[in-house]
């Protein structure tokens, strides 16, 4: 069992940064896979950027490359995305998600265990 908890949301005008932290619990998180995903209302969960157990490799959604970087520290296990020069479109809630054995680029289905959310709003 994986608990996660979000943490750094909040308001920011355009262009404007935050970091959000997902920190988890138990002692396997260097084995997970994990993710960032967003949800804005009325529209579906959608993937913003991934990583992998080791840090190694990285994905991100075309619509945040170059503006957004995820990392992790598993000796803290937990895992971080800087947003940079931020957009109103970015508003949304957002979730961390893990995931064992997973690929880069998998859908939301395939995570196991998430967290329960971090709202973030920016404003134009």
């Known amino acids: 069992q994986v608990q996660l908890v979000e943490s750094g949301g909040g308001l920011v005008q355009a262009g404007g940064s935050l970091r959000l932290s997902c920190a988890a619990s138990g002692r396997t998180f260097s084995r997970y896979v994990m993710g960032w995903f967003r949800q804005a209302p009325g529209k579906e969960r959608a993937i913003v950027a991934t990583?992998?157990?080791?840090?190694?490799?990285?994905y991100y959604a075309d619509s945040v490359k170059g503006r957004f970087t995820i990392s992790r520290d598993n000796a803290k296990n937990t895992v971080y995305l800087q947003m940079n020069s931020l957009k109103p479109e970015d508003t949304a809630v957002y979730y961390c998600a893990a995931g064992l054995g997973l690929a880069l680029i998998t859908p939301t289905r395939g995570y196991d265990y998430w967290g329960q959310g971090t709202q973030v709003t920016v404003s134009s």
């Open positions: 990583i992998s157990s080791t840090g190694s490799g990285t």
